[in-house]
């Protein structure tokens, strides 16, 4: 089985910054894309960000110039830095991946279990 977890999330004031992690553990042979997601308050989940297996990453434009991705391919992880943070970013933020386990097996999407992030205007 895949687990992934994220952290990193938290209470911050409007304009202020968080740094979430996804990781991923378990039987892991590859990962292709990973994502992240939030669920905002009233609203469906919607993608935040895709960052593929070579490191580029095409994000919301409601992020750009605010948020970076960035990925660990050798530790299975992924981080987001959060900047300039805005009330309307307040969430929870969910970790997405294709993974495959064996190297001829079906690549498997996982999800995470979410994390907060609340910013105070």
């Known amino acids: 089985q895949v687990e992934l977890v994220e952290s990193g999330g938290g209470m911050v004031q409007a304009g202020g910054s968080l740094r979430l992690s996804c990781a991923a553990s378990g039987t892991i042979f590859d990962i292709v894309d990973m994502r992240w997601y939030r669920q905002t308050p009233g609203n469906q989940r919607e993608l935040v960000a895709v960052i593929r297996s070579d490191g580029t990453t095409t994000a919301a434009d409601s992020v750009k110039g605010r948020f970076t991705f960035s990925r660990d391919n050798a530790k299975h992880a992924m981080f987001l830095q959060m900047n300039s943070l805005k009330p309307e970013d307040t969430g929870v933020y969910y970790c997405?991946?294709?993974?495959?386990?064996?190297?001829?097996?079906?690549?498997?999407?996982?999800w995470g279990q979410g994390t907060q992030v609340t910013v105070s205007s």
């Open positions: 997405n991946a294709d993974v495959q386990r064996e190297w001829n097996w079906a690549i498997e999407q996982y």
